[in-house]
């Protein structure tokens, strides 16, 4: 029985491993997905643990640029910030790595697929719902979910079996991708106490200010000061140079699919500052109307996505609309550097809408006499003034 296993080679996905290859019988082919967090050395550390578990095979698949491509970008296109704090950095992760997963599953022809969800968290509904969609003829099993196994249960299951790695719990529990890396702990399962400086994994090393230039063609980051580069690669770049400010960090509360509340600290450096640059560029090259539109499809884009529909097809009308918005948001944005925070000094674009052709905002108008303000003014009263004509002051 060929079964597929999303496997991080943490503890819950370690105990699937060996208990569904040991007490269930199954072949398990154990895959996990690289959107920007493992190393080689930790991909090559996974593996061995996943074949010491009594996995069959083990696979990496590289899915940084496939994550970028499909939702990265759409991402900075819709300026998305969930409850206008969190980018989406982990939720947003899970989603690709469910379609590599399934896909794999597939393509080696698995009847089976597995992964080591909890019943009281988001990534179980993502995962599913992936899963069912693109291959529902293939059988879902999650025996973290069904047996409803406490941590210490499954320590004690490996022990019995032969495997004593070091499971104790680290003090704080961090995700991290190409998009933002998370981090929980006991302060966050609170709701008044804030995460200490040395839970982030970025410390401040950098007190100097210091100026970046982010340049956008079409609304993609195709240059960091000046040096041409593709959009993944310059990511990373604006990343390493502003994580050394201790930039990014901050904690998201938010409403769970499953219909809880729950707070998550982050630290997504490049993240934040690439998508602040760009929706600067945007107020100066796009109309007050695509703003407002794309203000809201990109929170709608933004919700589906974190809650796991990404496979609905209302998700490709919107990149094809938030695509379309980006014609003219190419330019450079002139970023200011500082310890725990950054500041939007300017941008420079050939489509700056704020051109001086027509006047200068509360100083020159050139497009419009006095007469034509006074008139256009007149006429803008005057639906208020039929309203209290009508009804008076109420």
Known sequence: MKLVLAYSGGLDTSYCAKYLSKDKGFEVHAVSVNTGGFSAEEIKEIKEKALKLGATSYTSIDAVQT????????????????????????????????????????????KY????????????????????????????????????????AEIAYLKENGVDYPWEKAKY????????????????LT?????????????LQEKNPADITLTFEKGELVAVNGVKGDPVSNIEKVEAIASKY??????????????TKGRVGFEASAALLII???????????????????????????????????L?????????????????????VFVGL???????????????????????????????????????????????KIYNHVNGNI
């Open 113 to 152: 697929i597995a992964h080591g969800s909890t019943g009281a968290g988001n990534d179980q509904v993502r995962f599913d719902m992936i899963f069912q969609i693109i291959a529902p003829e293939i059988e879902i099993i999650t025996p973290i979910r069904d047996n409803k196994l406490a941590r210490e």
């Open 312 to 332: 609905d097809a209302v998700m490709r009308n919107i990149e094809t609309f938030l695509t379309d918005t980006q014609k003219t948001v190419s330019g450079d």
């Open 67 to 110: 994550f970028y491509e499909k939702v990265v970008k759409y991402l900075i296109f819709g300026n998305v910030l969930k409850n206008n704090t969190y980018p989406l950095s982990v939720s947003a992760e899970r989603i690709v790595q469910a379609i590599e997963i399934v896909n794999y599953a597939k393509k080696v022809g698995a």
């Open 191 to 203: 709701s008044d106490k804030a995460l200490p400086d040395n839970a982030y994994p970025s410390q």
């Open 338 to 384: 500082y310890p725990f925070q950054f500041r939007l000094h300017g941008i420079s674009s050939k489509h700056d809408l704020m051109t001086e052709a027509f006047g200068k905002y509360g100083e020159v108008n050139k497009g419009w006499s006095a007469d034509d303000a006074k008139g256009f003014i007149k006429i803008l009263s005057n639906s208020g």
């Open 276 to 310: 602040k640059a760009h929706h600067l560029l945007e107020k100066h090259t796009l109309t007050k109307w695509q703003q407002y539109q794309k203000e809201q499809q990109g929170n709608f884009y933004g919700m589906l996505l974190h809650e796991g529909n990404y």
């Open 173 to 188: 529990s961090i995700n991290r991708g190409l998009w933002g890396t998370s981090v929980g702990g006991e302060e966050t």
């Open 246 to 259: 201790a930039i990014g960090r901050d904690i998201h509360v938010g409403d769970t699919i499953i219909g």
